[in-house]
């Protein structure tokens, strides 16, 4: 079965630091990689997919994720955090259409990021 | 926002009452998904449906049913709500997008209290 991995549960920044928050998956076949970005009272939205090619990603407001296949991870990196990327990061992974696949994603338990102004 | 409501946003029910939650779709995606989010779980599937009548079990569907009549609208019943299905529930749609690869967007959240 497969399952996503967050270390991070909760990361305290001061603005202008970076951030890099983990992500490890258990799945030995083709994965289709997210992130999803939660912020305070709202619904997730998609920060960023890797579905294939480049590994290296990158989403909106700044972020960036690496998928790295030999370590099952999907690490998501900003180079400069701001007060308003406050919020509870998820980490997800599904795979691909097919074979009765029906696109569910299996989520990490979530990273809260609180950024200090 | 993939056309994507929820009803209500908002509710408080005792123990023991039945709960039905409603998701609405405006584009005529196939597949819908029911999730619940609870603090260091994550988001955690409960029923998904791949199509008018076709719906199958998550990994936490006990004490939940589902039906979806139409494309447009994916059911979620608490066939008696207990205080441990306090929580947030959140409706989600698949799109699928080139080489086969699903993208999937979420309706607001419904917050559940049961007392």
């Known amino acids: 079965a497969q399952s996503v991995s967050q270390h991070n549960h909760h990361v305290i920044l001061s603005e202008a630091a970076s951030l890099e928050l983990g992500c490890n998956y258990s799945y030995g076949g083709t994965v289709n990689l997210f992130w999803y970005v939660q912020y305070p009272g709202q619904h997730l939205q998609l920060l960023l997919k890797?579905?294939?090619?480049?590994?290296l990603v990158k989403g909106i407001k700044g972020f960036e994720a690496e998928f790295i296949k030999s370590k099952f991870s999907f690490n998501l990196r900003k180079p400069s955090v701001q007060w308003s990327d406050t919020a509870e990061y998820f980490c997800?992974?599904?795979?691909?259409?097919?074979?009765?696949?029906?696109?569910?994603?299996?989520f990490g338990q979530g990273t809260t990021l609180q950024v200090k102004p | 926002d993939a056309g994507i409501t929820q009803s209500p946003r908002h509710k408080v029910t005792e123990t023991g009452t039945p709960v039905t939650l409603r998701c609405h779709q405006t584009e005529n995606h196939r597949y819908m998904y029911w999730y619940r989010q609870d603090p260091g779980h994550g988001l955690r599937l409960i029923h998904y449906s791949y199509g008018v009548k076709d719906t199958d079990k998550g990994e936490v569907s006990d004490g939940y049913s589902v039906s979806r009549s139409k494309t447009e609208d994916f059911l979620l019943t608490l066939e008696s709500a207990t205080s441990s299905q306090t929580s947030v529930y959140f409706c989600a749609i698949s799109e699928i997008r080139d080489r086969g690869t699903y993208e999937q967007y979420f309706g607001p959240g419904t917050r559940l209290t049961v007392t």
């Open positions: 997800a992974v599904n795979v691909p259409y097919g074979s009765g696949n029906t696109g569910k994603l299996i």
């Open positions: 890797y579905f294939s090619g480049d590994p």
